[in-house]
């Protein structure tokens, strides 16, 4: 059988180990994983690593970010710098803006993504009302339509929910069959912090660090957890930042109870003194929740190696540094409460856990497939179709050389963003090819091809990862 494409020679990272072999790919599709395969076109990976396309389950595109605020990248540029980073398939966050249901704006964020997209697809909700429309008709009909995870907020006035709101979305969940997924920050706590910072005229960047304190994470982990307990539901802890949240997250597994868990590359290098940087640079770090102490990185490790970490994610989203629709937002350089916040990472993320993490010896090629790819697959229920190297799979691959070194540059990034929060950081291992359904999206970090991604419907979330 003569394939379309053969992958000869990599080092193939599969569900069952790490093998070197040939990867024969007909109409899009993993046909055959052997040696000596035939094929149309053959990829010399003589040296290189075949590893599952990237799934970044946790990205923000194009999402409304407030009045005269805009989100550096589109799903152009979005998905442009994913494929560079080695990824195939991403996951943005569906925000209704005021005054739009939930429907509407799903329809709108689809349009918006058609035919622009370098990746494969596929968006979670954000639900931040609870009217009986919403809970007793859009969402339950969003789910069955393959909406299968949202995300609620407890934190941010206009988004945050009330405990008693969580528990009424999270029923939802249940009766549907969705993932919920928490960003855990404790709004009250942190207003009260901030509008005595501002009192005190602690206005600057880092100060957005010192108003959400690991305890604002660690009460609002907790509640979170027990409000999935109280419902029956499991649920999925969004961008963990430090080992006190860990240690919930560990406590509730401990009592039986389904949690997931995900973290970022910002929760392992960056900390909260970047946010301290001269004048205003520090803007350049503000996200949420903030990065914290080095004393916190190895209790992220832990984390990461001991399996509490399911996901390994990039929460991106980006904004521009010198731009007044970004972080010189009107009002930033008076008050950090001003602040967009959040930063790019969608083509970072990889790199900085490979080098971290499998070049450091503390991750082994397998288990950084299961935390960037697999597991993401599995719990937003695009798996078997997604996240693995296997016979039936779609040909999302991504060939790895792990002798590159090279420190990360802003200049060499795809992304909308004006700079990169890791320039400067050095790095073993990079993408070198990513593979889309058997298509090259991307070579030696040029993006190639008119964009052929494709939305992606989804199943129910695999709870067994
Ligand atoms: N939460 C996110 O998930 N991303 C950016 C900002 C935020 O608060
Ligand atoms: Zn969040
Ligand atoms: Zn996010």
């Known amino acids: 059988m003569t394939h379309d494409t053969v992958i000869a020679g990599a080092r193939v990272v599969t569900a069952s180990g790490t093998t070197i072999c040939d990867i024969g790919i007909t109409q899009g599709q993993i046909a055959t994983l052997g040696s000596g395969l035939t094929g149309t076109e053959v990829i010399d990976a003589t040296g290189l690593i075949a590893l599952p396309g990237g799934i970044d389950s946790h990205v923000h595109i194009s999402q409304p970010s407030g009045p005269g605020i805009e989100m550096a990248d589109d799903f152009i540029s979005g998905t442009r710098a994913a494929a560079c980073g080695g990824n195939t398939t991403v996951l943005p966050f569906c925000l209704p803006e005021d005054g739009q249901t939930l429907r509407e704006a799903v329809a709108a964020y689809r349009k918006k993504a058609e035919g622009n997209c370098m990746t494969d697809v596929s968006f979670h909700l954000i639900v931040k009302q609870t009217d009986p429309v919403t809970l007793g008709q859009d969402l339950p009909a969003l789910i069955q339509a393959g909406y299968t995870s949202f995300k609620v907020f407890m934190t941010y006035a206009g988004l945050a929910l009330s405990d008693r709101q969580i528990l009424e979305v999270m029923a939802v969940a249940k009766e549907q069959n969705a993932m919920v997924m928490v960003h855990a920050e404790n709004e009250d706590a942190i207003e009260f912090l901030r509008d005595r910072a501002e009192r005190e005229g602690e206005t600057g960047p880092y100060h957005h660090a010192t108003t959400r304190p690991v305890p604002v994470e660690r009460e609002a982990t907790h509640r979170a957890i027990s409000l999935a307990e109280i419902a029956g539901v499991p649920l999925t802890i969004v961008h963990v930042s430090n080992g006190e949240a860990t240690e919930e997250i560990v406590r509730a597994r401990a009592r039986g109870l389904t949690v997931f868990a ?73 008050s950090f409460r001003n602040i967009p916040n959040g930063i790019p990472g969608v083509e970072t993320r990889l790199p900085i856990l490979f080098s971290e993490g499998v070049v450091a010896g503390r991750l082994s090629l397998e288990r950084f497939a299961a935390i960037t790819a697999t ?41 909308g963003s004006d700079y990169t929060p890791w320039e400067g950081f050095e790095v073993t291992g990079w993408p070198v090819r990513t593979i889309l359904r058997g298509r090259t999206v991307m070579q030696n970090g040029n993006p190639l091809g008119a964009p052929m991604g494709t939305y992606l419907e989804r199943t129910a979330p695999d709870m067994q990862v």
């Open 262 to 334: 995900e973290t970022c590359p910002q929760y392992i290098t960056l900390t909260a003194s970047d946010l301290d940087r001269d004048g205003f640079d520090g803007a350049k770090y503000v996200c949420s929740p903030p990065p914290r102490t080095a004393d916190e990185w190895p209790k992220i490790w832990a984390g990461i190696e001991q399996g509490t970490f399911d996901l390994f994610s990039s929460d991106h989203c980006p904004f521009r540094f010198n731009d007044t629709a970004g972080k010189d937002a009107p009002g930033a350089r008076k």
């Open 375 to 415: 597991n993401h697959a599995r719990l937003y229920g695009l798996y078997p179709r997604k996240g693995a190297i296997m016979v039936g799979a779609d040909a999302d691959i991504t060939l790895w050389d792990p002798t590159i070194t090279k420190p990360i540059r802003q200049e060499d990034l795809h992304h």
